[in-house]
């Protein structure tokens, strides 16, 4: 493997001065790819039938008019995370995605940063370019519906799932619980998470 890509040093081991690599240039690229993929034209194409079921109780919730939970159009934390962007930053299209904007990057900076150690920096960097070119990802991260959170969701599970086994300590688990906890009130799918993960931990 070329000395750019190696894998980070063990923790607890000696620290030693850092220079910028060619590996960090890609990374910065992949990046502000993620951001201007995202954002770029991001108010521009029509709402489509989800996003308006999910953005005019946004807007409801941001003029105080209080919040209802509906199962057809799944957990609270998108509507809240939505409305609070319409405080923020004023009700229009772009606004309304700008929620799932902002999960969908943090989700490639999760994959290209906290999985450098299970995947090690090559399969990271290559993780992170999957992530960033994914169609489904892309649509989804410019998309007023709940899957872009559970993009960052899932990775962050990912992650505190791994330190669990591999290093069985109390951050590792906070991860898990946290995204766990964060899942069941974003959409329905977190039972089938949870039960996906129970199945790999018994065995």
Same mark, same amino acid.
């Given at each position: ?41 991001? +108010? ?11 953005? /005019? ?6 003029? +105080? ?9 799944? +957990?609270?934390?998108? #509507? ?6 319409? #405080? ?24 290209? #940063?906290?999985?450098?150690?299970? @995947? +090690? ?16 990802? @892309? ?10 959170? !559970?993009?960052?969701?899932?990775? /962050?599970?990912?992650?505190? !799932? ?19 906890? @964060? ?21």
């Amino acid at each position: 493997m070329l000395p750019m890509l190696a894998n980070p040093p063990e923790p607890g081991a000696p620290h030693t001065s850092r220079r910028f690599t060619p590996a960090d240039l890609l990374v910065a690229l992949v990046l502000c790819l993620t951001v201007l993929s995202r954002f770029t034209l991001l +108010g521009e194409r029509v709402m489509s039938h989800d996003e308006v079921n999910h953005v /005019v109780p946004s807007y409801q919730l941001s003029q +105080g008019e209080g919040y209802h939970y509906d199962p057809m159009t799944h +957990g609270p934390f998108q #509507f809240h995370a939505i409305a609070l962007a319409y #405080f923020l930053w004023g009700d229009d299209d772009f606004t309304a995605r700008v929620p799932a904007a902002l999960f969908s990057t943090a989700a490639v900076a999760c994959v290209l #940063f906290g999985l450098r150690r299970p @995947l +090690g920096r090559s399969g990271a960097l290559m993780a992170g370019v999957l992530f960033l070119i994914s169609p489904f990802m @892309l649509y989804y991260g410019r998309y007023a519906r709940n899957e872009a959170f !559970l993009q960052l969701v899932g990775v /962050v599970f990912l992650y505190g !799932l791994w330190r669990v086994l591999e290093r069985n300590d109390a951050a590792g688990l906070w991860l898990v619980t946290l995204s766990t906890a @964060l899942h069941f009130v974003i959409k329905e799918t977190a039972f089938l998470y949870t039960a996906q993960a129970l199945v790999l931990l018994l065995g």
